[in-house]
């Protein structure tokens, strides 16, 4: 057993992992954290994506033990003072999720990529978004949604 | 509000959905997400032979190693009797084989399971299943289902001598073989239909909880259809009382078809949370997923169709081999049968068409229903047989759909095959519009200016009609299905006003919540917010069939509003009571009774509601409460119908496809939130047109899935979708009130032919006539430059 501290949506958790806990286990079986999903065992459906120190990575692929340390954000810590984050609210203003599962994983490798590049093209959206498989909305809306963000944070910032 | 404000209808509105806020916000509650106090953790041991038989089978190191509870297997659970076979091809013998929990005595495909671990978390549970030692003998196994019928070929059931599970046609075949005799022209080929895995992004599980005090299980499964599960598991598979279980399907990460069925791991889960005495849990990992959860389509298939020079379709023949995978799932007869044969001749009139068809075990994973289920494989073949017929004669495509469509006139319109009368249909219009959008006729004369540079462009249109809402029960008892297809639906107005509809609907994606609360709203004329839609659990919902085959709105929308009809007739009763007038004269409307001509001295809804819940004055005779179940036969199925089209342009030198345009005109009858339909359209066209492009399930000769996980099966990303351009429309059903027809498979059965058509015709400059999917660039390329 390993002891890691680690920062989750601004709380402080100290915990005794095995070594090979992945993250993905860690925050749903030992914080509870189940916004976060599993769709598949060899990191290619994404539905798993936080933020470990700002950068999204898929948490199947890291261990808990790798996060010592680390500041983690998950979808449950993504909106802020109970106003949803701009993506949030696209993905419901434009029907960009049906069955949800695919959803989290999907908003929290949005936000990285409009950090990376707050004014994407649709096309940048598709091959920004590439990492992560939806089986339901065919992504049409997702793009809309990510677009819905990108102009509502352009608005807002504006407005500062 | 007095009676000239009218309340603003919901129903035709794009309302944003009820049930995203917690789905956005990592609230939603899968089945993963479920933890019970004591819960143990259930690893498979799987076959990693394709058809084998099990020797022995040693646990003992399993065992021992700490944390490990117990390991069962097929033996052990010979107390149950095997999954189901609900529906069974009609009218001719079927040879049914089902899976049991576990295997017993032999495998019969890779990931059949051979044993399961028990223990206290999922490591250990996966550390303990790789130390079971099974010895096996392995078998010679077939994969092909055209093979798998072969003399000499792999015995995989004896109970199903030659690996037949059914023979089945329909159609007239001599008329068929006349016109096809007589023929000015035929056409020929062999079209496959190849295998897919539906691929929800949630994969599936089971939690199973028993209390040994009152003989009762609560199981928790990812499902579309928790009541039919809860009949199957106690009355066919346990053998107790279907009192003893309640189902309760959580929110469902997607479905597609594979979660309707009944799996082994409900079983399984079940019997051994009653020999342990703890809850227990079995999740898939995705590549469990891939090699035992049911797969879809899987056809191969000798087509033959007939006309005239002047491109008038006369007969069409037809004999499909249908892999139906190592066992009998649940409904897996029914659609390459019903769903399939019956419906080959599409938006067509054909005078004579025959289908034949042979189910064949095979040793590969379980195919049934994925979204579409069998009219997928019947709309692809007709619409390429169509463009096969269209260039031999040299007639434009478009033309011969206009030249062979089923009229307007021609509804309510039989096609011969023992389906039920389509209902109502308009398919000039949808063609026009999708061809207008595209520009067609500029198109042509743009693509015949591109190939003189060396450009290959084409344009693929796909026109479809399919079969939504399938009933009635009579008519389906008939075809084989072992129950009934009506829903129900509890509608109760609460003393506060308040709304609460039960249904045996489930949604997992496709927004039921809100489009059943915008029909109550407006029928009851209370705001939304009082509409509360439950549904999912078995102990609270009246009995349904489940969430498939598009039939959601036009079964179970309207066995809501028909419960919501008796609910305003009650409560115009008792309006009139409290009104002292005629019941006659009570209009009800907006959620406000009133005698006609003084709408100011109107009784509300809640007025009502409380009225009746309180009970001081009620009209002699009349119950206490607001509260009203229907149940809902339809007459007929529904038939949505619509026209695709896509341009597509092929690199001759890479063989590489690009996705131009993805144009979609679809006919669902009246809509209810256009933002939803178009959602269900968008989805279901990425799922289609990636079977035209990417997916297809692989398995060598000994029967290895080859695509077996996430990186080898081409489940599309955004940036392997095109923008898809949607219009619709409007023709009404008249099967039901609410004149909707359904609309959550018709993309996937637009999409493949759409884009395979116009891949061959960007190709048709180098002679290809047809292709198979997936359209690789390998197999474009040799298309082009043949297989030197």
New interface residues.
């Given amino acids: 057993m390993t002891t890691i501290t680690v920062t989750v949506n601004g709380v402080r958790y100290t915990s005794e992992v095995e070594p090979r806990l992945l993250l993905v286990h860690y925050l749903r079986e030992h914080l509870n954290l189940t916004g976060t999903h599993i769709g598949c065992d060899t990191s290619q459906c994404g539905a798993c994506v936080v933020h470990v120190n700002g950068v999204s990575v898929k948490s199947c692929t890291m261990l808990a033990v790798q996060c010592d340390g680390a500041e983690i954000t998950t979808i449950e810590g993504l909106a802020q003072d109970g106003q949803l984050h701009p993506l949030q609210e696209g993905f419901w203003e434009k029907h960009g999720l049906q069955c949800g599962f695919c959803t989290p994983g999907m908003i929290m490798a949005a936000a990285d990529l409009l950090k990376r590049n707050p004014n994407p093209s649709e096309e940048e959206i598709r091959h920004g978004l590439e990492g992560n498989l939806c089986r339901c909305t065919g992504y049409e809306n997702i793009v809309r949604a990510v677009r819905y963000a990108a102009e509502k944070m352009a608005a807002m910032q504006a407005a500062d | 509000m007095t009676a000239t404000e009218m309340k603003e209808r919901l129903v035709g509105r794009a309302l ?2 009820r ?3 917690k ?8 089945l ?2 479920i ?1 019970l106090p004591g819960m143990l953790h259930i690893a498979l041991v799987r076959s990693p032979y394709a058809h084998a038989k099990i020797v022995s089978i040693d646990a003992s190191k399993a065992l021992a190693m700490p944390g490990v509870v117990a390991v069962f297997t097929g033996k052990d659970m010979l107390d149950i009797n095997p999954m189901p076979a609900a529906w069974q091809a009609a009218g001719v013998k079927n040879y049914p084989v089902p899976p049991r929990a576990l295997a017993v005595d032999k495998v019969a495909l890779v990931g059949d399971p051979v044993a399961m671990v028990v223990a206290e ?3 250990i549970a996966r550390d303990a299943a790789d130390a079971v030692e099974v010895e096996y003998e392995p078998l010679p196994a077939v994969v092909d289902a055209r093979k798998a019928v072969e003399p000499g070929a792999p015995q995989i059931h004896e109970a199903a001598p030659n690996n037949i599970v059914f023979e089945w046609e329909c159609g007239n075949k001599a008329a068929a073989d006349a016109a096809i005799a007589s023929a000015e022209v035929v056409v020929k080929e062999e079209i496959i239909n190849q295998r897919l895995i539906p ?5 599936r599980g089971s939690i199973a909880r028993y209390d040994a005090a009152t003989g009762e299980w609560t199981v928790w499964m990812t499902s579309q259809a928790p009541h039919v599960h809860r009949l199957l598991l106690t009355a066919f598979v346990f053998g107790v009382p279907e009192t003893k279980l309640r189902c309760i399907a959580p ?6 078809g594979q979660k309707i069925f009944c799996y082994n791991d409900m079983a399984f889960t079940m019997w051994a949370a009653r020999k342990l005495g703890r809850p227990v849990k079995f999740v898939e ?3 469990e997923n891939y090699k035992y959860s049911t797969h879809g389509r899987d056809h191969i298939t000798e087509a033959e169709l007939a006309g005239t020079r002047d491109g008038k379709i006369t007969g069409l023949r037809v004999k499909t081999w249908a892999n139906i995978g190592a066992y009998f799932s649940t409904v897996a007869a029914g659609i390459p049968t019903t769903l399939y044969g019956r419906i080959i001749t599409g938006v067509y009139k054909i005078p004579a068409a025959y289908v034949h068809v042979t189910g064949a075990y095979t040793n590969t994973a379980m195919v049934d229903a994925y979204r579409g289920a069998g009219r997928p494989e019947a709309s692809y073949l007709i619409e390429r047989m169509v463009d096969r017929f269209a260039a031999e004669i040299g007639m434009d495509p478009a033309e011969v759909r206009r030249k062979n469509f089923i009229q307007p006139e021609d509804f309510p319109y039989d096609n011969g095959l023992g389906l039920l009368p389509y209902d109502s249909g308009n398919y000039e219009p949808a063609l026009n519009k999708a061809l207008e959008i595209a520009g067609y006729a500029e198109f042509r004369k743009q693509q015949a200016e591109l190939r003189k540079q060396g450009r290959y462009l084409g344009i693929g249109i796909s026109s479809y009609v399919e079969i939504c809402g399938i009933a009635p029960s009579a008519w389906m008892g008939g075809q084989g299905w072992g129950a009934g297809l009506w829903e129900s639906a509890n509608v109760r107005v609460h003393l506060t006003g308040k709304v609460v509809v039960t249904t045996g609907s489930l949604p ?4 039921l919540e809100t489009t059943f609360a915008q029909i109550v709203a407006d029928e009851l004329g209370v705001p939304i917010d009082d509409v509360e839609i439950q549904w999912g659990d078995t102990q609270g919902t009246p009995f349904g069939y489940g969430t498939y085959g598009s039939r959601s709105l036009a079964v179970g929308g309207v066995a809501i509003k028909r419960s919501v009809d008796k609910i305003k007739e009650k409560a115009r009763k008792l309006a009139a009571h409290l009104l002292e007038a005629n019941e006659a004269d009570i209009v009800f409307e907006n959620g406000r009774a009133y005698v006609r001509g003084s709408p100011d001295k109107a009784k509300t809804i809640g007025e009502l509601a409380a009225a009746a819940a309180v009970a001081y004055n009620l009209p002699p005779g009349m119950e206490p409460f607001l509260d009203e179940t229907s149940y809902y036969d339809p007459p007929n199925c529904t038939f949505p119908f619509g026209t695709h089209v896509s341009i597509v342009e092929v690199d001759p030198e890479t063989g590489h496809v690009k996705l131009l345009r993805y144009i979609a005109v679809d006919d669902c009858g009246n809509q209810i939130n256009p ?2 339909v ?2 269900q359209i ?6 289609g047109l990636a079977q035209a492009l990417y997916e297809g399930a692989v398995y060598n000769e000994d029967g290895q899935l080859l695509t077996g ?3 080898d099966y081409a ?1 599309p ?3 392997m ?1 095109p ?2 351009e949607t219009d619709h429309t409007v023709t009404p059903s008249p099967v039901n009130p609410l004149g909707v027809k359904g609309a959550g498979e018709a ?1 996937t059965i637009a999409s493949a032919q759409c884009v395979m058509n116009a891949i061959i015709d960007a190709l048709a400059p180098f002679g290809v006539k047809h292709l198979q999917m997936p359209a690789t660039p390998e197999r474009i390329w040799k298309a082009i430059h043949g297989s030197k």
């Fill in positions: 944003k959905r049930e995203d806020p789905l956005i916000t990592g609230h939603g509650n899968y993963d997400d933890k978390n999922r490591y691929t929800p992004m949630e994969t929110n469902v990460g997607g479905g597609f990992d995705r590549s997992h994606g496709q927004g933002m939803i178009e959602g968008h989805g279901g066209i990425a799922q996980t996430l990186m489940v990303t955004a940036a979708v923008h898809i993309g």
